[in-house]
């Protein structure tokens, strides 16, 4: 078995557009289970306009901590069709669970209170092409 040694953060993801509402999202895509796994570690700062999209293979109760993550973090977890399931303020360098409220495949990562300033909660509904490819 081969353990990567992450020091630092994974800036090199894939990308995707993501939207809410009339907010374009530019999200960096974890869909490996390492990539998943380091996440948002490690990262200083982000603009407001980024995230990080964890794609899973199967729909699924998903809980996030936030171990070795420095920023604050809102979690949204996403059904199939986009549509936001439940939200939940992280904080950092904390190993308290966050898990969605139901069975889901995607959990988007924003900046602390992102999803509050722009008037986007649990059954808003965001866009992009990584939720069409599931239908």
Do not use: Y
Request: charged share 20%; glycine share 8%.
């Amino acid at each position: 078995m081969v353990v990567w040694a992450q020091d630092g953060p994974q800036m090199n993801l894939q990308r995707v557009k993501l939207s809410a509402g009339m907010r374009l999202i530019d999200a960096q895509v974890a869909l490996t289970p390492e990539q998943r796994q380091i996440g948002l570690m490690f990262r200083k700062d982000m603009p407001q306009q980024e995230g990080m999209i964890f794609v899973f293979e199967q729909p699924a109760r998903q809980c996030f901590w936030m171990k070795n993550t420095l920023l604050p973090l809102t979690a949204a977890f996403v059904a199939d069709d986009g549509t936001i399931v439940n939200l939940a303020d992280m904080k950092p360098q904390t190993t308290d669970p966050h898990c969605s409220a139901q069975p889901v495949r995607f959990v988007l990562e924003m900046n602390k209170g992102w999803f509050a300033r722009k008037g986007i909660k649990a059954g808003s509904k965001l866009g992009g092409t990584i939720f069409e490819a599931r239908r």
